[in-house]
């Protein structure tokens, strides 16, 4: 393998097949800008950057920088008028004899392709070496000839009907020498067809000047470029099926695979099962024998072996700890931290709040910005009221505390040891330890009272039913007069004939 080499990446492009607002090289493939695949394997191989931006310079910089790859330079191309005119803007970073170009938009380069290019490139001796790849239905590739000892690349647009049928294409990956680039790079002449300046057109420059042109085929699928939509769902299904096949082999089971997404970077233990239609989004972490419920959301969150997650929870940001349970309908967000053996039952909502080992709030509750202790049992419907209009106040409950069912609780407030409060309670004072709370008014019961409103409401009833009966009566009877009024004119209209 030779060291002598920097990449050239080019992204400046304006992703007009992609037909969205965004540039196609900060769309995600599994959590991860398509722009970030390039960079993070050359990365991975010691080779420094050159990137070329244009179309939404500024958005694709920050995509990069945002990945903390380590030595990338940036150059700007003013005018996009081709992959040509976009690597002769970089020449000021050539500071090795060997430049290896790639297209920004190549997301499934392996690094095994590019130690093989590099050591070939080495071995032969060549000028240019160029990765070329088959396919059935070549159609926007540029198509490489062989004709007469000589090589060349015509693209898809200026091919005509009988090159249009080569199933040779060119890859858009190129190891060329300092020495070539230097030489040819600004006599490239500009397509009468496109008005741009074609990279490609170095081959049969190379080819001409009987320089060595190396052709390295390659699989269809590491070289696959993405021009389009569909292209983007068809990399990202190759990206996805890849980790999935590799936690497979790490004794992870998917249920319904295909409808399950992964973000590049999560992490799952063996033995667990991930249910259909779960989202393991960017920063997951699942320990070992844990059980993820169809349609939950994992998001920035870690959580310990052998839990369980029940179907559709939604969780960011958040650490739980072991044989936890949570679900379903669990929304946890903004730093949750969930201990050992901790449960958390339906249309539950945390933000951040800490609880404690062995602790419950099964039903119906939201917890904001509160400290639960060890063993407390929080009952179904308990809110707390954190925010006070203007600022947020904290929740503290103390280990083995009970809170009854469908408290609020006023914060600041602490709930000290042992302490219990009444259900239905408003509690607005500090509980100390070992103190049963009750704050709602008291209960008045009046004897027979219930049975003096039954009668009341009895005589109502009879009162209505004589009213409509009168209503009815009056009805009948002036339907009587009109029925007899009807008569009367009938018998008289006859009489007049
Ligand atoms: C290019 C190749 C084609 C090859 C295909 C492989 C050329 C002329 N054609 O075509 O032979 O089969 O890749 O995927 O090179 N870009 C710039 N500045 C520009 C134009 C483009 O930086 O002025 C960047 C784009 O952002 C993109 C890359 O160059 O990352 C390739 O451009 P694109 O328009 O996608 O080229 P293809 O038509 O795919
Ligand atoms: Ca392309």
Redesign the pocket.
């Not at 005018?79 to 976009?86: D, F, V, Y």
């Not at 297209?103 to 190549?106: C, E, K, L, S, W």
């Not at 294409?169 to 858009?172: A, I, L, P």
């Given at each position: 393998m030779i060291n002598d080499v920097r990449a050239i990446?080019?992204?400046?492009?304006?992703?007009t097949r992609f037909k969205t607002k965004k540039s196609k090289?900060i769309h995600t493939i599994c959590g991860q800008p398509m722009i970030v695949y390039p960079a993070k394997l050359l990365e991975s191989l010691n080779i420094p950057i050159t990137f070329?931006l244009?179309?939404q310079a500024e958005n694709v910089k920050k995509a990069i920088e945002k990945s903390k790859t380590k030595s990338c330079d940036f150059v700007t191309?003013k005018?996009?008028?081709?992959?040509?005119?976009?690597v002769s803007c970089t020449k000021e970073t050539w500071d090795k004899n060997n430049l290896l170009i790639l297209?920004?938009?190549?997301p499934l380069l392996t690094p095994d392709l590019i130690e093989i290019t590099l050591k070939k490139h080495k071995d032969e001796n060549a000028d240019l070496t160029m990765l070329t790849t088959y396919m059935i239905s070549p159609k926007?590739?540029?198509r490489v000839i062989k004709k007469n000892n000589q090589i060349k690349?015509i693209?898809?647009k200026n091919c005509t009907e009988e090159e249009k049928e080569i199933n040779k294409?060119?890859?858009?990956i190129y190891l060329i020498s300092k020495k070539f680039l230097e030489d040819n790079i600004d006599k490239i002449q500009k397509n009468s067809a496109s008005g741009?300046f074609?990279?490609?057109d170095l081959v049969e420059m190379a080819s001409k000047q009987n320089k060595k042109v190396l052709d390295v085929p390659v699989g269809y699928d590491f070289?696959r470029?993405v021009?389009t939509l569909e292209e983007l769902w068809a990399a990202e299904q190759i990206t996805r099926s890849q980790l999935m096949k590799r936690f497979m082999n790490n004794g992870v089971r998917f249920e319904l695979a295909q409808n399950i997404h992964l973000d590049i970077d999560v992490e799952i233990g063996t033995g667990s099962f991930i249910a259909t239609g779960v989202h393991l989004l960017k920063g997951a972490k699942i320990g070992e024998d844990c059980f993820v419920g169809a349609f939950s959301i994992i998001d920035n969150t870690t959580i310990g072996d052998d839990s369980k997650i029940y179907s559709h929870c939604v969780m960011q940001d958040t650490t739980i700890g072991s044989n936890a349970k949570i679900g379903p309908f669990a929304r946890l967000r903004n730093n949750v931290i969930l201990k050992d053996y901790v449960t958390i039952g339906n249309f539950v909502e945390l933000k951040n709040t800490q609880i404690d080992e062995y602790s419950k709030a099964k039903h119906l509750t939201y917890l904001g910005d509160s400290r639960i202790g060890k063993h407390v049992n929080i009952g179904a419907g308990t809110i707390t009221c954190n925010h006070d209009g203007i600022n947020k106040n904290p929740t503290i409950i103390e280990d083995e505390s009970y809170i009854g069912s469908n408290n609020t609780l006023v914060a600041p407030l602490k709930i000290e040891k042992n302490a219990y409060t009444a259900a239905g309670s408003t509690i607005t004072h500090d509980v100390p330890k070992d103190t049963l709370a009750i704050g709602r008014s008291r209960q008045v019961n009046k004897n027979g009272y219930a049975k003096k409103l039954k009668n009341i409401k009895k005589k109502e009833c009879e009162i209505d039913e004589i009213k409509a009966k009168i209503k009815n009566d009056e009805h009948e009877e002036t339907q009587r007069i009109n029925f007899v009024g009807a008569v009367k004119t009938k018998n008289k209209q006859e009489t007049s004939l």
């Open positions: 990446i080019l992204a400046a492009g304006k992703s090289l070329v244009g179309h191309q005018e996009l008028s081709g992959t040509g005119n976009a297209n920004g938009d190549t926007g590739y540029g690349i693209e898809d294409v060119n890859t858009g741009e074609y990279l490609t070289v470029g021009n």
